[in-house]
């Protein structure tokens, strides 16, 4: 006997249901109503290897209505990736599974990335399609061609990032990008009609997609629409008229099925009204049998793919992989070596937004993996240099990328670039509006994703534009987020190390902030070692017996070297020691940290704002001078002489310390 369509579904749905009452903690609602979506999508046209999760040409599946996770888990088994086992789905929310309530990403498993905060793979798959269309370009399209499909819910299509993320889509023209809207019209309060009254078809519309509406539970509807989309020229969201908690006597079209398991009883109804006569977590063999024949089918798709690869020539073949797989190190540490002693021979005063583009402009040339970009700071963030080549609907032969003002799509896009694999994407705006951006930085650091964000205008040295844009508490609130590190440089030979070990650092997302204002080369000594690798490093000492030790970052480097000039005249004796990143100091060793950071000398900690993140160096004694106040608009030399940062006030402070 054939296996019928609702058969297959029904698993996923069944599956899901169980898993959330073993856990006693999930979320059935979703999976019910989106399982026939997903089956018709599996089953007909998502182009996937479960045995090859790698695959570079798989088509994409991201759930940005991350809380339906067991929709996942569920099509992940049945369609027979290994990462995920029938013990897994039993163990579903459990410490240590791979089966987690929200799953962000984790390679080679299938998961290429939900959401927990609603919206952000809405972004995500925004930067995977961008990132497809970059490499058909490069490779053309018989290699690479595939799809990134999405499902997201209502509360995606809420939030905010939804509509920075699906309008640079359309203006992207990114026509391989399908969005299943799972149009239940339920949310955690009730009905949506509570909360919103959008037309979503002129919404996307206005956008430049395409849009289409469907019943989600109809297998031909949803099949034929999926057609429709893929020879689309624009991107397509498909409304998906779906019931949540599909199959439910009495929590159906409910909100009581979003986010609490159905109860036992609830459970038997489910079970007699879908007909499904098996126990928990049992798969009826022919119903298994089946799905896993959707999932073989991956593997001949691959095996054709690769064939018409060995069938080009040898130079893409390398290039795709090369491109894809690792990119030149060692010519990275010999051109960042041939760049520091050239300038430490000029030694130039450069700001350092404008030493980031000058590292930019020659490691680009090495990398076309780079992918850069601004939310409409360009020349304000220097992020794009003369090897930058601009990315548009028309030609995706490019490196850079106009983000228009969308900080937080921007963002989300950049995780989405990394996450396709294989690119580098750098974007830049001011620190201040990082704020606009942190939902996803937070998720670039818990993926371990290697995504550099360029904030520039890094301090009340901005000057005259005044509080709203001068960051105070930024530092210390992107410091707090673990796997994100956070660089500060303070002159062009910093900013080359720190921008060296953002491009080494795989699994961890970097944070560059940089200067408006011009600050002096600071650099005592050419080396070839990358002082900045460990975190801090001395500068300066005028004496060993010194007992004043002045710790500071970026632009605040310069003014720790007058502090200590004017200490010298008046016979104290100081180590300026320059902590361009705080999160890798913290890893070294005691041993190195104590004798950066000596205990028995005044410890000063400067930096030009939110004190908070310097406390843990100053032990009992000792100061952190910043700023714990909104700044004021000015020319930012008075504004730093307001604020107590000036060589006069410094020094003051410390001889007044040091008479205690
Ligand atoms: C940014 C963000 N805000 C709030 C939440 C909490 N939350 C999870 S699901 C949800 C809304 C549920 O409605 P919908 O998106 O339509 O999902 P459905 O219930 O239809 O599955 C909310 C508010 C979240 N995950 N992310
Ligand atoms: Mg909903």
Redesign the pocket.
Known sequence: MSVKFNQLSNAIRFLSIDAVQKANSG?P??PMGMADVATVLFKYHLRFNPKNPNWINRDRFILS?G??SMLLYSLLYLSGYKSISIEEIKNFRQLNSICAGHPEYKEGTGIETTT????QGLGNAVGMAIAEEIYRKKFGSTIINNKTYVIA????LM?GISHEAMSLAGHLKLKNLIVFF?N?K???DGSTSLSVSDNYKKRFESYGWNFLEINGHNEKQISTSITKASKSNKPTLISCKTI?GFGSPNKSGKASS?GSPLGDEEIKLVRKKLKWNNKPFEIPQEVLDEWRKIGNKGQLLEEKWQKSINEKNSKIKSDLEKNYFNFDLENLESLINKEKTKYFESKPSLATRQCSMATIESISALLPQLIGGSADLSGSNNTKTNNSKIINSKNFDGNYIHYGVREHGMAAAMNGLALYGGLIPYGGTFLIFSDYCKPSIRLSALMGLKVIYIFSHDSIGLGEDGPTHQPIEQLAGLRAIPNLNVFRPADINETLECWEIALKSHNTPSVIALSRQKVPYINPKNSKENKCEKGAYEVNITSHESNVTLVASGTEVELALKVQKKLKENNIHSKVVSMPCMELFDKQPKDFCNNIIEENSLVVTLEAGSVMSWQKYIKNKGMNIGIDQFGESAPYKEVYDHFGLSEEKVTNFIQKKLRE
Do not use: F
């Open positions: 979320h609602g979703m209505a809380h339906g927990g905060p609603l919206g819910s209502d509360g995606d939030e799972d239940n339920i949310s955690i949540i979003h």
